[in-house]
């Protein structure tokens, strides 16, 4: 029990599919983060949420759309997606001094 | 854009073996963690260090930060294949939600 539950932990869909990430924390965290892991990249932050709202979008393309209805809760949709997209989407809540909890990730491959 | 380069990239050793992984940038950071990730799961906080020269140890597992806090170095005495996994540093500027993940060291332990 990671604290931090992604779902899907497996997706695969075709470039016109429409699908969305899950990420569910009850650790009374304030901020959650959605980040990408791609082979032999480093870790890519995505967004940013405090307290519901986004305080950060690291230039990610529209096709990538968050959602965050409330503090334990964060959505990632997915709509005309990339191969290049296929990765490993990782959520994350933080910590009051700062330091992250990840959840176990969802594995996308966009076909 | 901040840099975190990690060396060696990979890492193959024997059980029992000594191992250190570099964590360096030409930027401060306020501190610096130390993550691990095991195949098929999302990353675990290890330590935090915070103060530059300061030194964490967690059993077998030994943090320094520089002194100018800008550079850090994980060792780890007698290797074990539990230790197998991907090692990121990740360094924290201004405010708590900036973390910039180093390029992440994947060690490998075999008996």
């Known amino acids: 029990e990671t604290g931090v539950t992604q779902t899907p932990r497996h997706l695969v869909m075709g470039m016109t599919n429409k699908k969305s990430l899950k990420c569910e924390q009850h650790?009374?965290?304030?901020?959650m983060y959605w980040y990408k892991q791609s082979a032999k990249k480093p870790l890519e932050l995505m967004f940013v949420?405090?307290?519901?709202?986004?305080?950060e979008n690291n230039s990610v393309p529209s096709r990538f759309s968050p959602e965050c209805p409330n503090s334990s809760h964060l959505f990632l949709h997915l709509h005309t997606l990339q191969p290049e997209d296929s990765a490993l989407y990782l959520c994350?809540?933080?910590?009051?001094?700062?330091?992250?909890?990840f959840g176990e990730g969802s594995r996308l491959t966009v076909l | 854009t901040q840099l975190l380069e990690q060396s060696p990239q990979f890492l193959s050793i024997q059980e029992g073996e000594n191992l250190t992984v570099y964590c360096n940038s030409s930027s401060v950071f306020s501190s610096l963690q130390w993550y691990r990730q095991e195949p098929g799961e999302g990353p675990v906080l290890l330590v935090t260090?915070?103060?530059?020269?300061e030194v964490k140890k967690l059993k077998r597992l030994t943090f320094q930060f520089g002194d100018a806090r800008k550079d850090s170095s994980l060792h780890i005495t007698a290797a074990q294949t539990g230790d197998t996994g991907l090692y990121l540093c990740a360094g924290v500027t201004g405010t708590a939600s900036k973390l910039t993940f180093g390029t992440g060291t994947r060690l490998q332990v075999t008996l």
């Open positions: 260090v915070v103060t530059g020269g």
């Open positions: 994350a809540s933080r910590m009051n001094t700062g330091e992250l909890f």
């Open positions: 650790l009374g965290h304030n901020a």
């Open positions: 949420y405090n307290f519901k709202e986004q305080t």
